[in-house]
């Protein structure tokens, strides 16, 4: 109830029972009060309303509805108060189980957070695998995640890089050298005067150009930083598209860049990757990593995508099909409370195909569709999923502007599979002009988070 006026008392306040349930104190008043695990999860809600010294007893049952056979749900981007976090490792560890998600990388900023005693002390070392990472912190250069990486309790900030070179390929260089087989993940690269593609000057319109100081060696690209398309990922995915279309592919994350709990939850976006390995079972961290690498995902705030060309090849496979024939195979699924409108088909940065999915809010899955392509050229499809219904209550930020545009609606993005039609085994770009780099590109207008 608002008392105070205070924007607090609007929003959600988080609580993490455990199994025989938990209680506290609060105000009188009207409430919304419900329980939810996370975008594989039914979720269940009561208004109530609390009289002064009254106590009331809630039941709350929810259960997993989505299928996730096969696919392990990842946030490569998190903080606690290690660096510019509101909670601690406990808290964030809460949080992280909380929403269902099975691998939490830590990324504290120039800092290597260590979760596993917090871990194991809570028990909750079965429902989490962490792998330990670094958010490498400049100014006016960028941010970006390297993972996994070792930790180093004998060395200052556990062992995180020096963060102080004026020079990309250093930091990058650095941090190969210290933990070979590490990820580098550029992260929110359109996120002003911290935007990596702002600072060095990338073309926002076609990827035609950029600084000749930029270093495009890194592995990851995120294009998902938190929950909403609009808030600054809709340029980052069409940088993506632009630079694929120009031959450089870095495959994609999505993650929630949390620094609380509520307004600002974990998993908000996630990684869904396609996994070999049996859930239940020890998680194989390298094998999960090179999954990452090679872009077998796809990034959501809450759909899940099945996308299979020729019954055989899936997100970052390149297959050969000289007659330009191909058969797709697309199916969407979600938890009942995610409302989804319309998934489309991206060939060569174009949305060409879109089609409606199935109105039935109360069932789990959204679309499933087969259908032949025609390709006349060598092709990069990805599959967008979008919806127009709020995700509120699950996720608490909402729209400044009061337009649908800029709410946190249901979102996902799959990484490509590669058409190679002119037969010559690789994929060639739809712009045989590479992007050129310059001293002193034309002037650009920097986009902010």
Not at 134 to 157: C, G
Not at 159 to 182: H, W, Y
Not at 286 to 304: E, H, R, T, Y
Request: charged content about 25%; some cysteine; proline content about 6%.
């Amino acid at each position: 109830p608002v008392e105070t006026g205070k924007s607090w008392e609007s929003f959600k306040n988080s609580l993490f029972p455990s199994p025989e349930g938990i209680q506290t104190v609060v105000p009188a008043g009207t409430y919304l009060v419900f329980a939810s695990r996370g975008p594989e999860y039914s979720i269940h809600q009561q208004v109530i309303e609390l009289f002064k010294d009254q106590q009331k007893d809630l039941i709350f049952e929810i259960e997993k509805v989505v299928d996730t056979n096969g696919l392990i749900s990842m946030d490569p981007h998190m903080h606690t108060t290690n660096s510019d976090g509101r909670v601690g490792i406990a808290e964030r560890i809460k949080s992280v189980a909380a929403e269902g998600i099975e691998v939490a990388v830590s990324t504290d900023h120039n800092y290597i957070s260590d979760y596993i005693p917090d871990l194991n002390q809570m028990e909750l070392d079965n429902y989490i695998h962490v792998i330990y990472g670094n958010e490498v912190t400049t100014r006016e250069l960028l941010h970006y995640n390297t993972y996994p990486i070792r930790i180093r309790r004998d060395e200052p900030a556990n062992g995180a890089i020096n963060a102080f070179p004026d020079s990309v390929k250093r930091l990058f260089s650095s941090s190969r050298a210290k933990d070979p087989g590490t990820l580098i993940q550029v992260n929110h690269p359109r996120a002003g005067t911290i935007g990596y593609f702002n600072n060095f000057e990338l073309d926002p319109e076609t990827a035609a150009y950029a600084k000749d100081t930029i270093d495009l060696s890194f592995d990851i690209l995120e294009v998902m930083n938190g929950p909403s398309y609009s808030r600054g990922n809709a340029s980052v995915i069409k940088d993506w598209l632009n630079l694929i279309n120009r031959g450089t592919y870095f495959p994609i994350v999505g993650s929630s860049d949390t620094h609380g709990i509520d307004r600002s939850e974990p998993g908000y976006s996630r990684t869904y990757v396609l996994y070999k390995g049996k859930k239940g079972q020890e998680l194989d961290e390298d094998m999960l990593v090179q999954a990452v690498k090679s872009g077998k995902s796809f990034a959501s705030n809450g759909p899940l995508i099945e996308f299979v060309v020729n019954d055989g090849f899936s997100f970052g496979e390149t297959l050969t099909d000289s007659d330009g024939e191909v058969n797709i195979r697309i199916k969407v699924w979600s938890a009942p409370w995610i409302c989804i409108d319309q998934v489309r088909l991206i060939v060569n940065g174009k949305r060409k195909m879109g089609f409606p999915s199935i109105r039935d809010r109360s069932g789990v899955v959204k679309f499933y569709k087969e259908f032949p392509l025609k390709l006349s050229r060598d092709s990069a499809l990805i599959v967008e999923v979008v919806g127009s219904r709020s995700l509120f209550p699950v996720m608490q930020r909402l729209s400044r502007s009061g337009r649908i545009e800029d709410a946190c609606t249901p979102y996902a993005l799959s990484n490509p599979v590669f058409v190679d039609v002119d037969g010559n085994n690789v994929f060639n770009p739809p712009d045989p002009e590479k992007m050129k780099l310059m001293k002193e590109p034309p002037a650009t207008e920097k986009v902010s988070r």
